[in-house]
């Protein structure tokens, strides 16, 4: 069975760091695209960061410059470094990625569980 298994969350203070990661974990055949996505207490699902197999990276707006996603292909896991942050970036952040269980599968995405940032003082 196909897993995303997060780590790495929890509480941190204004303008300190957290890195997530997440893993890939069963049986699979390849994987697209890695990203993660957050949401806040009564607010949308947003997205975060992308990193496309081809290594092409995309941020949300409020989070650039500040946050840097990078992968290991080999390992099948991405990650999430997070720097100056912020009382806003507060949220459960979900790892997604895109995954083809067996050669003649079509990409399907794949939620991780969550795991809870909490920037406060």
């Known amino acids: 069975q196909v897993q995303l298994v997060e780590s790495g969350g929890g509480l941190v203070q204004p303008g300190g760091s957290l890195r997530l990661s997440c893993a890939v974990s069963?049986?699979?055949?390849?994987?697209?695209?890695m990203g993660w996505y957050r949401q806040a207490p009564g607010k949308q699902r947003e997205l975060v960061a992308t990193?496309?197999?081809?290594?092409?990276?995309k941020y949300a707006h409020s989070v650039e410059g500040r946050f840097t996603i990078s992968r290991d292909t080999a390992k099948n896991t991405v990650y999430l470094q997070m720097n100056s942050l912020k009382p806003e970036d507060t949220a459960v952040y979900y790892c997604?990625?895109?995954?083809?269980?067996?050669?003649?599968?079509?990409?399907?995405?794949?939620w991780g569980q969550g795991t809870q940032v909490t920037v406060s003082s």
């Open positions: 069963g049986s699979i055949f390849s994987v697209n695209t």
């Open positions: 990193n496309a197999r081809g290594g092409i990276t």
């Open positions: 997604n990625a895109e995954i083809a269980e067996r050669f003649y599968s079509r990409y399907a995405p794949f």
